[in-house]
């Protein structure tokens, strides 16, 4: 049976990467209709996991009857106990740093300035990413995927967004803005946790 799944997001690559991965599975992929005019809910859990549930079932209730998608994701660095965490989108912004236009740009220079003078084997980290569907505010499945690696002193590549330049996989000696969409979404913790989220979903409606 075809179904589809409503993703709270107005970001067009994350639209665009959840098409792809669902379309040999009869799955479709459709924007929450109405979103921009929605309300945001605060997002203020301690856990990549809280917010996605949270996002997911408030939004689900705009849509009754359908299946909602969120996603919450952010950067853990060992070095500095997990910082920026769930706080990734306002790292720069929360410490009043701003020196650059974009919150990308302060975000990595804030970042840099933090570990300055961390030793290249201290400064591991990994990004994560937990997925959860709801439906009419009941939470009905999540799923989490990790991504591990390390950040430079100095960004590598022009792809992706956020800390992308500065995340370095050491098994693809690239960093995550240096490889192509495809290899990227292989290797990454939204990849990884669609693949996931895919499975619990097929299981489900069978
Ligand atoms: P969101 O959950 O997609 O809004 O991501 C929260 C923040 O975490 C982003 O603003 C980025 O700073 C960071 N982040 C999450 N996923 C990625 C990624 O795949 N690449 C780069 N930065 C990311």
Not at 166 to 174: G, N
Request: net charge negative.
């Amino acid at each position: 049976m075809a179904r589809t799944l409503y993703v709270a997001s107005t970001n067009p690559g994350k639209l665009r990467d959840f098409r792809l991965a669902a379309a040999s599975h009869d799955l479709g992929i459709l924007p929450l209709p109405g979103l921009r005019a929605i309300e945001p809910p605060a997002e203020d859990e301690p856990t990549f996991a809280g917010n996605a549930r949270e996002k997911a079932t408030y939004y689900s209730r705009f849509l009754p009857g359908e299946m909602v998608l969120s996603d919450d994701s952010g950067l853990e660095v060992d070095i500095l106990d997990g910082a920026p965490g769930v706080r990734s989108a306002r790292y720069a912004a929360d410490a009043g740093f701003r020196v650059a236009e974009t919150a990308d740009a302060n975000n990595n220079l804030f970042l840099l300035q933090e570990l300055a003078g961390v030793d290249d084997h201290q400064r591991s980290a990994r990004y994560q990413c937990v997925l959860a569907v709801a439906q009419e505010g009941k939470d009905l499945f999540a799923a989490q995927g990790t991504a591990e690696g390390r950040i430079l002193a100095e960004p590598r590549g022009s792809g992706g967004f956020g800390y992308d330049p500065l995340f370095y996989l050491p098994a693809l000696d690239r960093t995550m803005a240096e490889i192509d969409d495809q290899t990227r979404w292989t290797v990454s913790h939204r990849g990884k946790a669609f693949r996931a989220l895919l499975a619990a979903l097929l299981t489900m409606i069978g």
